[in-house]
């Protein structure tokens, strides 16, 4: 009667473990529910490519929070979010940390080129701005030059190009890329720092006014002058390309690792496409025929 006793209770907490953990959802990349990272420079194409894995993947959740550059990294690093989207290069203390609190390898999952854009009022008579001009004006306690904030994508790229950290930049703030776009006019001597990703979507009527409100400048590298347009931006030929890449904590191939694979892969291209960006891993391909 005893032995039979056991028995039962050994079936029962058996039964009770398995369903334990069948009631445990671990994600995958059709199932479970995340949360990522992204400046709001790239909002407008991480939201794109998000929106359209879920729509892909209906049993999949992605919360999408918009936050600086610099903090985004620091989430990630405290497990946080599961992966963040960045355009700059890591210092070596970064990537250190990295290795050090996820202990993984750092994969970069690279999905566009973007770039850094510099506008100024739409009747200034500024019609270009040299490497030479930005580097000076970064020194100036004048101010001229805006960002959308510290710890921002925007400043920390700039920073990098011009071989300085952002501490040692001279500058003014307005906050948020569509802020300094639609406050710009106020400061006809100023010269605005936004993302392409911000005005790039090229069938989308608040994406175009805000480009068609001020004057975007081109820049001026070795006597050349270079327009953010995607042709310059695909050669690399404008000075302040960037790519974009993604990076994760996630150690398995879960719906972070999906997510990543679907931005570098055709469909997603077709996505980032679509945003007037450059895709990273498509290239026109011009075919001649006889």
Known sequence: MKNSFHIIVLVFFTFFISCKKSDRVV???????????????????????????????????????????????????????????????????????FKKKIDMDLLPGKFAADAVVFVVPKNSSRTEISMEEIEKELQSDEKKIIFDGTNSSNLNFVAQKLNKIPSEL????????????????????????????????????????????????????????????????????????????FITNEAYYGLANGLIRFSCQQLGQIVVSKEGLQPYNIFRREVQMR
């Open 27 to 97: 994600d995958d990349p059709q199932q479970g529910t995340i949360t990522i990272a992204a400046d709001e420079s790239f909002q407008s194409v991480a939201e794109a490519l998000t929106e359209r894995y879920m729509a892909l993947n209906p049993k999949t959740k992605i919360n999408l929070i918009i936050q600086k550059e610099d903090l985004a990294f620091l989430d990630l690093l405290d497990q946080k979010v599961r992966a963040i989207i960045l355009s700059r290069d890591l210092t070596d203390e970064e990537k250190a940390a």
């Open 170 to 245: 001279k500058f003014s703030i307005i906050k948020g890329n569509k802020n300094v776009i639609e406050e710009i006019n106020k400061y006809p001597d100023k010269i605005g720092v936004i993302s392409l990703n911000t005005i790039s979507r090229p069938y989308d009527k608040t994406s175009q006014d805000l480009r068609n409100s001020v004057k975007i400048l081109p820049v001026v590298s070795k006597n050349i002058s270079y327009t953010p347009e995607i042709e310059n931006i695909r050669s690399l030929k404008y000075p302040f390309t960037r790519v974009l890449y």
